[in-house]
């Protein structure tokens, strides 16, 4: 009696009823995309594209975030129209001898056909001069086992709110098969940044505000092969509020991509539209060295 019962039940399963229901996804008019980060060093070069529906994106081509062409993309400084930038193809477009400058806000400004107008705007900080940036080996200071590369950068926080990025604190080798990734810690961390992670710190100057800041960053040298030049690359940004919001919502965007997690909207700054349009300014160094001539340590000129 129960196998019958059993195989009753198990032939209700097998020829249950499908039901296909369509789902009527709402119709999104689609927004221009800007993105351009851009500093003293190099002249503006902005890309547009524009967002797409989930149901217009193929994932096999990844072919529906298309690039715009023939933009009109119209940069002002200080409200003053400076130029208009030229398409230099695949949606890029570039204003060729045009660089920003530091303590300038500038606005842009894009119309395509078929799209809503757009424009965003930000500053360029001020540039930071290091009063120190040195480097020597020691003693590691947590373990007090093995050596460490340290980094001692010094620099005057300027008037008023300041937001900091520091970035690129990984090495790289001449041996391909070199391990080249080493974790950066800071001793006695002053900062509290918002973000500590061993390639980035991201953080503001609501605890020094006005003040000195002595940094101090040290990597690990156990890897390192004594036959081989190694680089190690550290940089100091400062830059605008729209980057500071932008990369702080980045970071807990991409550490949110799990199953049973709040989704977080990365920052734009972008008027009817999305992406970002923000300035920063840079210091630092790429530090070359081998083994035995690190013993010496340096200083950036």
């Known amino acids: 009696m129960k196998r019958l019962l059993l195989l009753y039940?198990?032939?209700?399963?097998?020829?249950?009823?499908?039901?296909?229901?369509?789902?009527?996804?709402?119709?999104?008019?689609?927004?221009?995309?800007?993105?351009?980060?851009?500093?003293?060093?190099?002249?503006?070069?902005?890309?547009?594209?524009?967002?797409?529906?989930?149901?217009?994106?193929?994932?096999?081509?990844?072919?529906?975030?298309?690039?715009?062409?023939?933009?009109?993309?119209?940069?002002?400084?200080?409200?003053?129209?400076?130029?208009?930038?030229?398409?230099?193809?695949?949606?890029?477009?570039?204003?060729?001898?045009?660089?920003?400058v530091a303590n300038a806000e500038y606005r842009i400004k894009v119309n395509a056909g078929g799209y809503d107008g757009i424009w965003a705007e930000s500053i360029v900080p001020a540039n930071i001069e290091l009063d120190t940036f040195i480097w020597n080996r020691q003693r590691d200071p947590i373990s007090e086992l093995g050596e460490v590369f340290k980094v001692n950068m010094v620099w005057r926080d300027p008037p008023g709110e300041d937001y900091y990025y520091l970035y690129n604190l990984k090495s790289t080798s001449d041996n391909p098969y070199s391990y080249s990734n080493p974790d950066l810690f800071v001793k006695d961390c002053p900062l509290f940044p918002d973000v500590a992670r061993p390639d980035m710190f991201i953080f503001n100057d609501h605890l020094f505000e006005g003040d000195t800041m002595n940094l101090e960053c040290y990597c690990d040298l156990g890897y390192l092969s004594s036959m081989d030049t190694t680089y190690f690359a550290f940089y100091l940004a400062h830059v605008s509020k729209e980057f500071y919001q932008w990369a702080l919502t980045l970071v807990e965007h991409n550490a949110q991509r799990r199953y049973f997690s709040e989704p977080v909207q990365v920052y734009s700054n972008i008027q009817n539209g999305l992406g970002l349009f923000a300035g920063y300014n840079t210091c630092g160094d790429t530090i070359a060295y081998t083994w035995f001539d690190f013993k010496k340590g340096g200083e950036m000129k």
């Open 9 to 100: 039940i198990t032939f209700l399963f097998l020829t249950g009823c499908e039901t296909t229901q369509d789902v009527d996804f709402p119709d999104i008019k689609p927004k221009l995309v800007v993105n351009c980060l851009f500093n003293p060093d190099s002249v503006f070069l902005v890309h547009i594209s524009h967002n797409a529906s989930i149901v217009d994106y193929d994932i096999n081509t990844y072919d529906a975030f298309g690039y715009i062409e023939n933009a009109e993309i119209r940069i002002y400084e200080n409200n003053t129209y400076i130029g208009q930038l030229t398409d230099a193809g695949k949606g890029f477009y570039l204003a060729e001898n045009v660089y920003p």
